[in-house]
């Protein structure tokens, strides 16, 4: 009797689950061509992203049961040349515990001990949360290039017995001749150092913290050098938090420069200094790729905010990933900034258009160029001159919804980069109402980069030392290129676009 009453609420729930997906239609025309989105269900930090064997593997938060946060585990996929991801079964899946945020090292030495020490070893070190207990930061290890995954018996490796500890990231130090790990004390915004020559026992080294913007917890750390553009083998060490980003109640990145001697990091800029990496509200969570042996470190991040992530109209996944940048530093007026590239260059693909030196005044469709909805492209403006009050490129609507458009450019009034989107499709959130902006860097170009890849637009500006990340969320089936220059005349110097 008690199957058989078992039974009948299973059979129940299913008919209920079945009537909540009915009506719901496929978003396929939103979905991303090459940034990363799961088939199906929740996504949201990028964890564990290392470059192995000719693949660059991405591990995710994921709920492979649903299309909100729950369950957490982490996802896999892989990519050989950063364009296309090839999604892989639940790598490391919820037990006991939720699998949260961390990473993933090569033990090429083999010095944990752990696995076969005859086949190459990936050792997750990630954030172990139990709900109403605390977080705690385990281990696990893969003997097949992160497939499977065997978790670590003596589980915990770090615990402090704080509630909210979390989101280990971790590197090998050459000069101290140690592994280091990066791990955050979120609401008490401290980042705390440890030390390790195993991967197993950790030694506390030291704590950074209460600098910078405060506003929100601190989540995700990581601390990798970086190269300074125009000095030959001059780096820096940076490090990243999520956080607050540049508005009041969206979640963002900050960065702290400085230098780091395998104990201490230490901020070469004030205390109250704010350095935002991104000044759209749709860049999150990045962390870098470990194992990449290039001058450059690579990274990608969660492209949404928390602040509507659940209201994301996609179906059946929700949630993805950016593009994947390239990092570097560059001297500014205001003194070390972040620059930022898009990741695999695509600007080396022949183009679909290439104009050079003509002018501009009020809208400019562009003549013998023919936009594909079902493509996606890079797109690069660089102005000499303009006495416009704004000028840009715009997405606009065809047809029916001729009235809906997406604005990129520069305010020169203000000296300001922006992105309206306002009028661009589905409004989700009041924080589409309201333009994303940043400030012009005296002494760089005017150049945009649009990377447009249907509901994700990412622009990186001034030869990447400013970042806008937003969403969209198009109802228009067509759409076309336009350009403006409101007010007064532009003086475009060139204008190319790659479709992709």
Partial sequence: ?????????????????????????????????????????????????????????????????????????????????LLHWEELPVAIPKDS?????????????????????????FIAIYTADFPNKGEEQHLAYSNDEGLTWVKYDKNPIINIRLKDFRDPNVFWHEPSKQYIMAVSKPKEFIIQ????????QWDLLSEFGQQGDVEKI???????????????????????????????DY???????????????????????????????????????????SEKPIWLGWALNWAYAKDQPTYPWRGQMSSVRELSLDATPQGLRLKQAFMPKIDRLKPELKREKFKISGTSKLQNFKFSNKKS????????????????????????????????GFDEVNKQWFVDRKKSGKIIHKGFLVDDRAEFINGKSKKIRLMLDHSVLEVLAQDGLVAISSLRFPMANEEEFQLFSDGKETIIKQLTIWGL
């Fill in 1 to 81: 009797m008690k199957n058989l009453h078992l039974s009948i609420v299973l059979l129940f729930s299913l008919v209920l689950f079945a009537s909540s997906l009915k009506g719901q239609e496929s978003t396929e025309q939103w979905r991303p061509t090459f940034h990363f989105s799961p088939q199906k269900n929740w996504t949201n930090d990028p964890n564990g992203l290392i470059y192995f064997n000719g693949y660059y593997h991405l591990f995710f938060q994921h709920n492979p049961l649903g299309s909100q946060w729950g369950n957490m585990s982490w996802g896999h996929a892989k990519s050989k040349g």
């Fill in 97 to 121: 515990a939720y699998i949260f945020s961390g990473c993933v090292v090569l033990d090429k030495d083999h010095v944990s001990g752990l696995g076969d020490p005859k086949k190459p070893l």
């Fill in 193 to 200: 150092f440890y030390g390790s020559q195993n991967l197993i």
């Fill in 218 to 248: 601190w989540e995700c750390p990581s601390l990798i050098q970086v190269p300074v553009e125009g000095m030959v083998e001059s780096k820096k060490w940076v490090l990243f938090v999520s956080s607050q980003g540049p508005y009041i």
């Fill in 251 to 293: 979640v963002g990145m900050q960065y702290f420069v400085g230098d780091f001697d395998g104990k201490n990091f230490i901020n070469e800029n004030s205390a109250s200094t704010k350095l935002y990496v991104d000044h759209g509200k749709d860049f999150y969570a990045a962390i870098p790729f470990s194992n990449v042996h």
């Fill in 377 to 408: 492209y890079l797109i690069e403006l660089e102005v000499l001159i303009s006495e416009a009050t704004n000028w840009g490129i715009s997405i606009q609507g065809v047809g029916v919804n001729s009235n809906e458009k997406i604005d990129i």
